[in-house]
């Protein structure tokens, strides 16, 4: 009797044991496989990694990066989604962004406005001047077939950093970015 008790617990601890390595993953397993799929589309359709969960440093008012005229390639930049009814560009990864130095009227007034987002207390050079098109791209280079308020569940007003590269910029006012990162400030 004393052997059958020592086999079974001698088979039972080999099970235990080999059910404990079959759920480790070596460190640099699970980094060869986060490295393998950066890059690669998540469930919601963007890219691994736009969406991130550690602010990026560095980040400065979208306003004076709109400001500098000379300003080109990589950028952070802080911001609140709005500056148009419609920030979101319907079916693409894309929206306005603006200036968090502009103030959305419904923290001017409380007038019940339906899209504090679009800024239309403010004067509309006011607006214009701070104000970019963010995107997010493809490896064609052109926004993503996706609505990000549903991929991301970004909403209007939301509070964003955004590292990225300024891609377009044009008289009149004219500034895009291809965002690579974008963190959502709680």
């Known amino acids: 009797m004393m052997r059958w008790v020592a086999w079974f617990t001698a088979l039972g601890a080999m099970v235990f044991v080999w059910g404990c390595d079959r759920n480790v993953q070596p460190a640099h397993e699970e980094a060869a496989k986060n ?3 950066a890059g690669r ?3 919601s359709g963007l890219p691994a990694g736009v969406l991130i969960h550690e602010e990026p440093t560095g980040a400065e008012p979208l306003g004076a990066v ?5 300003r080109e390639g ?3 930049v802080r911001g609140r ?3 148009r009814a419609e920030p979101f560009v319907l079916g693409r990864a894309a929206f306005t962004f603006a ?3 502009l103030v959305a009227c419904s923290e001017k007034h409380n007038d019940g406005c339906p899209t504090p987002w679009d800024y239309c207390c403010e004067p509309r050079e006011v607006v214009l001047a701070n104000t970019a098109t963010i995107q997010v791209v493809g490896e064609d280079g052109r926004p993503l077939r996706l609505d990000l308020q549903q ?3 970004l909403k209007p007003l939301a509070e964003l950093v955004i590292a990225g590269r300024i891609t ?3 008289e009149g006012g004219v500034l895009v970015i291809n965002a690579e990162r974008i963190f959502v400030v709680k």
């Not at 709109?66 to 000379?70: G, L, Q, S």
């Open 41 to 43: 589309p998540t469930d």
């Open 35 to 37: 490295s393998a799929t």
């Open 81 to 83: 989604i709005g500056g």
């Open 74 to 76: 990589a950028v952070v």
């Open 168 to 170: 377009e910029r044009a």
């Open 151 to 153: 991929a991301a569940g």
């Open 66 to 70: 709109k400001a500098d005229i000379a």
């Open 99 to 101: 200036d968090l130095s």
